[in-house]
Nanobody, 127 residues
Framework: QVQLVESGGGLVQAGGSLRVSCAAS????????MGWFRQAPGKEREFVAA????????FYADSVKERFTISRDNAKNTVYLQMNSLKPEDTAEYYC????????????????????WGQGTQVTVSS
């Protein structure tokens, strides 16, 4: 079993920055493919960014490319999402997700590919 706990959400003005974190526990961290998703009220959960177990591969949604950066610290069992140049449309509940894979190089980008989810952390961007 894998437990994921997000932290670091909050209220920020448009143009500002925020970093959210996701701490994993329960299994060795390295084989986890990790991802960040977000869900705004009344909308479906959408993909934001993903990183492979090794950290060598990343992938971003077009809407956040060049503004957000996903990274991981395998020694701390933690994945991060650094969000810069935030916009009001980035306002959402942010969820991290994990899946244990045999390959450490895979990047997963859809909700159905992940089988562990955190509880979410709220990010609100004011205009």
């Amino acid at each position: 079993q894998v437990q994921l706990v997000e932290s670091g959400g909050g209220l920020v003005q448009a143009g500002g920055s925020l970093r959210v974190s996701c701490a994993a526990s329960g299994r060795p961290f390295t084989p986890y493919a990790m991802g960040w998703f977000r869900q705004a009220p009344g909308k479906e959960r959408e993909f934001v960014a993903a990183i492979s177990g090794s950290g060598g591969s990343t992938f971003y949604a077009d809407s956040v490319k060049e503004r957000f950066t996903i990274s991981r610290d395998n020694a701390k069992n933690t994945v991060y999402l650094q969000m810069n140049s935030l916009k009001p449309e980035d306002t959402a509940e942010y969820y991290c997700a994990a899946r244990i894979l045999d390959s450490s190089g895979a990047v997963l980008t859809t909700t159905r590919e992940y089988n562990y989810w955190g509880q979410g952390t709220q990010v609100t961007v004011s205009s």
